[in-house]
């Protein structure tokens, strides 16, 4: 046999390839995040659910070379209508101490989002060429001024700024980031809910296409969440467009989210497509899927345990270190109030 090495399909010309140094650092976070992340059970349903198309899935992500990722590729087409928007200047009332900000790669490389995979290390890879634009925000429900918006339009509504949050995911997993956004009240007075408005409901964008939406039929797709309108209308509540002074990639839920930073990670949905008024506290996709272990309400609180783990304390990723939780995720000033009664 002739020693000739035909290159695979998906080899690319070299010189647009990462250099090798980039290259060995995004392997060792890779390996290090593997090895650090195995104890922390699955949610729901059980692994025999999702092993088959998450492992397939990988296959698919990974006939591509190892090219360290473009954290900010998904937002790149649309880079015209951005000038002048990012980044925009820090609101510096909003500090993540004692945490540290958490470094752009990682936080990109770690990721929930079930549409593309139950694989967090391989969302953004799969992220990676999904079209978010065009895209609309539909306002609908008890509001005076109900309206499809394009996503130039949601970007427009109000200044942008930079706030640092810290995140903390009900897995008890933690990071810190610097959203990009302003706050959901001003699109609230944007739409002028009608007095019997008492929720808010966000609904994430449907696509069959998307390929965990397309492997994974057992979850009750689109992803849906909600919050009161104390919650909604709280200053911490953002509308949020970007991260690390740009355009959000796909992975973080391009190209508009919602944050609420007191609340477990899945309170906080990605790639909104629907914001609706409702009068009666709304469904929401992690409590439907199990009520005993995901609340409607689900602040961060140390004290109470997940059914199948404890929230005490959290690991920073991506140094695996084992810090304590704060309550309201360090956010009491801003809402313990709302939570009195
Ligand atoms: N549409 C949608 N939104 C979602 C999720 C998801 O799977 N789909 N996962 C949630 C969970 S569990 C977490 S922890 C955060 C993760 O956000 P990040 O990847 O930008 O850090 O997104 C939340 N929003
Ligand atoms: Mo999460």
């Not at 922390?40 to 059980?46: D, E, I, N, S, Y």
């Not at 019997?196 to 797709?221: H, N, T």
Request: charged share 25%; with cysteine.
């Amino acid at each position: 046999m002739a020693n000739i090495i035909i290159p695979p399909g998906w080899a690319i010309d070299p010189r647009l390839a990462t250099s090798e140094k980039e290259y060995w650092e995004f392997q060792s976070r890779r390996k290090f995040l593997r090895n650090s992340i195995g104890s922390v059970a699955g949610l729901t349903l059980g692994a025999g659910l999702t092993a088959c198309s998450q492992s397939e899935q990988k296959a698919a992500a990974e006939q591509s070379p190892p090219d360290a990722p473009n954290p900010a590729a998904a937002s790149a087409p649309a880079a015209d209508s951005a000038a002048g928007l990012y980044p925009p200047a820090r609101n510096p009332k909003f500090t993540i101490e004692p945490r540290k900000l958490t470094d752009e790669k990682v936080a990109g490389m770690y990721n929930n989002f079930y549409e593309f995979t139950t694989d967090k290390e391989m969302v953004w890879k799969l992220a990676e060429n999904y079209k978010f634009r065009p895209w609309t925000v539909e306002i609908a429900g008890l509001c005076e001024n109900p309206a499809t918006l394009d996503i130039e339009e949601v970007e427009k509504l109000a200044p942008l700024e930079e706030r640092l949050y810290r995140f903390r995911c009900v897995e008890a997993w933690s990071m810190a980031v610097p959203w990009v956004g302003y706050p959901l009240s001003k699109l609230i007075e944007f739409a002028k809910p009608k007095p019997e408005a008492k929720y808010i409901r966000f609904v994430s964008r449907l696509d069959k296409e998307m390929p965990g939406v397309k492997g994974q039929p057992w979850y009750p797709w689109p992803y849906y969440e909600g919050l009161s309108m104390e919650e909604a209308m709280n200053e911490l509540t953002l509308v949020c467009t970007g991260i690390y002074g740009k355009r959000l990639p796909g992975q973080h839920g391009a190209p508009v989210r919602i944050i609420t930073p007191w609340k477990y990670g899945y309170k906080s949905p990605k790639s909104v497509a629907k914001i609706e008024f409702v009068t009666e506290q709304p469904k929401t996709f992690w409590n439907d899927l199990a009520p005993t272990e995901y609340s409607f309400t689900s602040n961060v609180d140390p004290t109470v345990p997940h059914p199948r783990w404890s929230q005490a304390t959290e690991r920073v990723i991506p140094t695996g270190e084992r810090v304590e939780t704060f309550p309201y995720n360090g956010y009491a000033d801003y809402v313990a109030n709302l939570y009195k009664s």
